[in-house]
């Protein structure tokens, strides 16, 4: 029990370190479509300034329209520094997580794989069913509990007698001056009883079953929050 439950506690470390590096890749997709969004807004607001700037040149237009766009672009400038920020911010995550940071050829080529839902579970109620299989936290709580069950009938254990069967045998040559071989032989039973202990077998008993009912909070915690 205590391997299976080092096994899956070591499962468990590995997920978290998975969950790590997807995340901070995700985050850097994320920054970098944020970033070029907001670039290319930007761009596209210049272009209507001059648009707005040459209609006026013509008397075809308002100064009024040409502040206007320039208010969005002042904004729209605004936005792309906070993105490249946050970006940037994305990044050192990255590079926290992974060792490296990428070469600007390599965040060119970053995206979501094809067909990542193919391997996903058809139905909410098959993600939970799974996920109450499989989530290394169920499943090490389902272990404690169930050590912790072991424990409390090992401990009921004292409450009852022990019994020994033994059989001894014994061969002399000689022995203490005597001439000639001895053999002698013996078998019998041994109980042993404890009577009385002062409280300490139920002491020990009812801590188990405080330590059962805390793990059956955890159990059920866990397998709520999946």
Known sequence: ILYERSRIELEAARQD??????????????????????????????????????????????TSDIL?????????RALKVSMEGELRLAMN????????????????????????????????????????ENNPAI???????????????????SYFPTVNLYAEANRREDDIGVLGTRTEASTGVEMNYNLYRGGADLATIRASREKLAALHHVLGENMRLI
């Open 139 to 157: 499943r090490v709580a389902r272990i404690d509990v169930q050590t912790v069950n072991h424990e409390i009938k090992i401990n009921k254990s």
């Open 17 to 62: 370190v998975l969950l790590l590096g997807i995340g901070a890749y995700l985050e850097v997709l994320k920054a970098k479509e944020k970033f070029a969004y907001a670039k290319q807004s930007e761009e596209n607001i210049k272009k209507q300034t001059g648009m707005e700037e040459t209609l006026v040149k013509h008397g075809a237009g308002l």
């Open 93 to 132: 995550r990255f590079k926290a997580v992974y060792g490296f940071e990428p070469l600007e050829a390599e965040l060119a080529v970053f995206d979501l794989p094809k067909n990542y839902f193919t391997d996903l579970p058809g139905s909410m109620d098959d993600f939970i069913e799974y996920a109450q």
């Open 68 to 76: 206007q766009t320039k208010s969005q672009l002042a904004r729209a």
